[in-house]
């Protein structure tokens, strides 16, 4: 089926690597802002990002706790995602799971904003 509503070509594995798995415990703000960086190149593009940004900006103001399994899933993807190589794309996700998670206990704001707007301008350019 070439335009199956179920399972959509934008939201497909990235070298390998899966949504789902880091989206089903998220928060919902937080799994919105990765969904739309996931998709951004096959259905959005720049307009996804800036659905991100407002997503993570939503994130950061309700502040939730992360479920232990959302944090456990965000690990599991961070892991794989080092071995691998890696787009822009899903550094980008990389850092919003630090950031949202608060993985590595240190403030990563600015550095996922820069890689934000990286994506944009690449994706309005058609570069990406």
Same mark, same amino acid.
């Given at each position: 089926?070439t ?5 959509p070509?934008?939201?497909? *594995? ?6 789902? #798995?880091? !989206? ?10 990765? *969904? ?8 959005g ?14 994130? !950061?103001e309700?502040?939730?706790?992360p ?12 892991d794989?995602?080092?071995?691998? #190589?890696?787009?822009l ?9 630090v ?6 206990g240190?403030?990563?704001l ?19």
């Amino acid at each position: 089926m070439t335009n199956d509503p179920i399972n959509p070509k934008h939201y497909a *594995k990235i070298q390998g690597l899966t949504l789902e #798995p880091l !989206i089903m415990e998220a928060p919902y703000f937080l799994g919105a802002a990765i *969904k739309y960086i996931w998709r951004c190149k096959k259905k959005g593009g720049a307009e996804d990002i800036r659905k991100a940004r407002r997503c993570l900006e939503l994130h !950061i103001e309700g502040n939730p706790a992360p479920p232990y399994g959302a944090v456990k899933a965000a690990n599991a993807f961070l892991d794989k995602a080092r071995r691998a #190589p890696r787009t822009l794309q899903i550094t980008v996700i990389m850092r919003l799971l630090v950031f949202g998670y608060q993985l590595d206990g240190t403030h990563r704001l600015p550095a996922l904003l820069e890689s934000l707007d990286t994506l944009e301008k690449a994706l309005k350019r058609g570069a990406y």
